[in-house]
């Protein structure tokens, strides 16, 4: 069986080191895919937004099933034109993927099979977003509709930075925004696979989005992630499932864009029951560099049980799992690149590589988010800590790391 993955970061890294595990593989492409994972994967020097090319490659060397991991391969239509040569996908259509590059859609969607979730106003200009919030009571969430890498979102706690917000975000010309009502509660996400109507949930995890301890700073991509989550109980799990995983799927089919692919949801659980932040049409990073080392059943073969429409009962590490990102110490606003990163070698537990590059046989910089180093233990004390001395033997003078990965739920 030949695999080909799109994407080229640390989601990336985590699920070709995860295909490598299956036998029946004989060789695992990713396209364009990054150095760091040259010992798990052939790499392809195709960008992931080249699907004419994407799709030629796959044909050459009659690849059996194509994974995509970012959401830009999405929006570009690449599963549309798969599919349509006859090529096994595990991606949601370009229809099916709007539910992530466009928070109004997805709003409206939620709105209209009553998936719980903030209420909210779409704006196409600044006048008449100043004039609602004017009306309303801070803090606000405002969100920039588009695709955003896990940023374009702002939370204001004061009326003037919500005006601040809303001038930024009408500087792009034909921006608009959704301004939602502030949720209050403990954050978690949960992937699942999905085709159609079937839904099958990973474990749950809990990334830590702002850039800064104690959740400072702006938003990111996400700064670290940790599995299991001991907040998240198995009936919350279950209410998650009921209330708005399994009916966002139906939906999609009810729409006439059935999806499929991983389907992620942002949930936040709050005082007045399950709230859904967002929905994103892929597998999160960094939660894929978690999630991906506690799954026991095999990985393909459980995308070509969804994808025939079988069942299949999944099987994790029950140890505690904790993922710090290392990142460029301006992100982010900016990424570093160029920057050697020593200690590498020294590491003991998996890293998994997000934006690095080689040159002169040193490992450098190169992204926002470079690195995710990922530790397990018997307690989520035990992988943090684990997890903290692996960051300490990497050494780069530009990058930085959050040191409270995983405090949430002590």
């Given at each position: 069986?030949?695999?080909l993955?799109?994407?080229?970061?640390?989601?990336?890294?985590?699920?070709?080191?995860?295909?490598?595990?299956?036998?029946?593989?004989?060789?695992?492409?990713?396209?364009?895919?990054?150095?760091?994972?040259?010992?798990?994967?052939?790499?392809?020097?195709?960008?992931?937004?080249?699907?004419?090319?994407?799709?030629?490659?796959?044909k050459?060397?009659?690849?059996?099933?194509?994974?995509?991991?970012?959401?830009?391969?999405?929006?570009?239509?690449?599963?549309?034109?798969?599919?349509?040569?006859?090529?096994?996908?595990f991606?949601?259509?370009?229809?099916?993927?709007?539910?992530?590059?466009?928070?109004?859609?997805?709003?409206?969607?939620?709105?209209?099979?009553?998936?719980?979730?903030?209420?909210?106003?779409?704006?196409?200009?600044?006048?008449?977003?100043?004039?609602?919030?004017?009306?309303?009571?801070?803090?606000?969430v405002?969100?920039?509709?588009?695709?955003?890498?896990?940023k374009?979102?702002?939370?204001?706690?004061?009326?003037?930075?919500?005006?601040?917000?809303?001038?930024?975000?009408?500087?792009?010309?034909?921006?608009?925004?959704?301004?939602?009502?502030?949720?209050?509660?403990?954050?978690?996400?949960?992937?699942?696979?999905?085709?159609?109507?079937?839904?099958?949930?990973?474990?749950?995890?809990?990334?830590?989005?702002?850039?800064?301890?104690?959740?400072?700073?702006?938003?990111?991509?996400?700064?670290?992630?940790?599995s299991?989550?001991?907040?998240?109980?198995?009936?919350?799990?279950?209410?998650?499932?009921?209330?708005?995983?399994?009916?966002?799927?139906?939906?999609?089919?009810?729409?006439?864009?059935?999806?499929?692919?991983?389907?992620?949801?942002?949930?936040?659980?709050?005082?007045?029951?399950?709230?859904?932040?967002?929905?994103?049409?892929?597998?999160?990073?960094?939660?894929?560099?978690?999630?991906?080392?506690?799954?026991?059943?095999?990985?393909?073969?459980?995308?070509?049980?969804v994808?025939?429409?079988?069942?299949?009962?999944?099987?994790?590490?029950?140890?505690?799992?904790?993922?710090?990102?290392?990142?460029?110490?301006?992100?982010?606003?900016?990424?570093?690149?160029?920057?050697?990163i020593?200690?590498?070698?020294?590491?003991?537990?998996?890293?998994?590589?997000?934006?690095?590059?080689?040159?002169?046989?040193?490992?450098?910089?190169?992204?926002?988010?470079?690195?995710?180093?990922?530790?397990?233990?018997?307690?989520?004390q035990?992988?943090?800590?684990?997890a903290?001395?692996?960051?300490?033997n990497?050494?780069?003078?530009?990058?930085?790391?959050?040191?409270?990965?995983?405090?949430?739920?002590?």
């Open positions: 069986m030949n695999i993955i799109i994407g080229k970061g640390g989601r990336e890294h985590a699920m070709a080191w995860k295909c490598k595990q299956n036998k029946s593989v004989n060789t695992i492409f990713v396209a364009p895919g990054n150095k760091g994972m040259k010992d798990v994967a052939t790499l392809v020097p195709i960008i992931e937004t080249d699907v004419v090319a994407l799709l030629a490659f796959a050459e060397k009659k690849i059996d099933l194509t994974i995509v991991g970012p959401e830009t391969s999405l929006e570009k239509g690449i599963a549309d034109v798969f599919l349509h040569a006859g090529l096994p996908i991606a949601p259509t370009k229809a099916a993927s709007k539910i992530e590059w466009s928070k109004d859609y997805c709003k409206s969607i939620m709105e209209k099979y009553a998936i719980p979730t903030a209420d909210y106003e779409t704006f196409l200009d600044a006048t008449n977003a100043i004039a609602y919030i004017k009306n309303q009571q801070a803090p606000f405002i969100k920039e509709d588009g695709l955003k890498a896990g374009g979102v702002t939370i204001a706690y004061t009326l003037d930075e919500a005006e601040s917000a809303i001038h930024t975000a009408f500087e792009q010309e034909g921006n608009k925004i959704v301004i939602e009502e502030f949720l209050d509660g403990f954050e978690y996400s949960l992937i699942a696979f999905v085709h159609e109507n079937r839904v099958i949930p990973f474990e749950v995890a809990q990334d830590h989005k702002r850039a800064h301890d104690g959740d400072r700073g702006l938003n990111t991509g996400g700064m670290g992630v940790y299991p989550v001991k907040k998240i109980t198995p009936t919350i799990i279950e209410q998650t499932m009921q209330q708005v995983m399994q009916p966002m799927a139906d939906a999609m089919c009810k729409e006439g864009i059935p999806f499929t692919g991983f389907l992620y949801g942002g949930l936040m659980l709050t005082q007045k029951g399950i709230k859904t932040i967002e929905f994103n049409a892929r597998f999160g990073d960094p939660e894929a560099e978690i999630l991906l080392p506690r799954l026991q059943t095999d990985f393909i073969e459980v995308i070509q049980h994808m025939n429409k079988k069942n299949i009962a999944l099987e994790f590490d029950h140890n505690a799992y904790v993922g710090v990102v290392m990142a460029s110490e301006n992100y982010p606003e900016g990424d570093t690149k160029g920057a050697v020593k200690g590498l070698e020294q590491t003991t537990e998996l890293v998994f590589h997000m934006g690095t590059d080689e040159k002169n046989n040193q490992w450098i910089t190169n992204g926002g988010r470079v690195l995710c180093v990922v530790a397990k233990g018997q307690t989520l035990d992988a943090k800590e684990k903290y001395q692996q960051v300490n990497i050494h780069c003078d530009k990058l930085s790391y959050r040191t409270d990965i995983g405090a949430k739920d002590e």
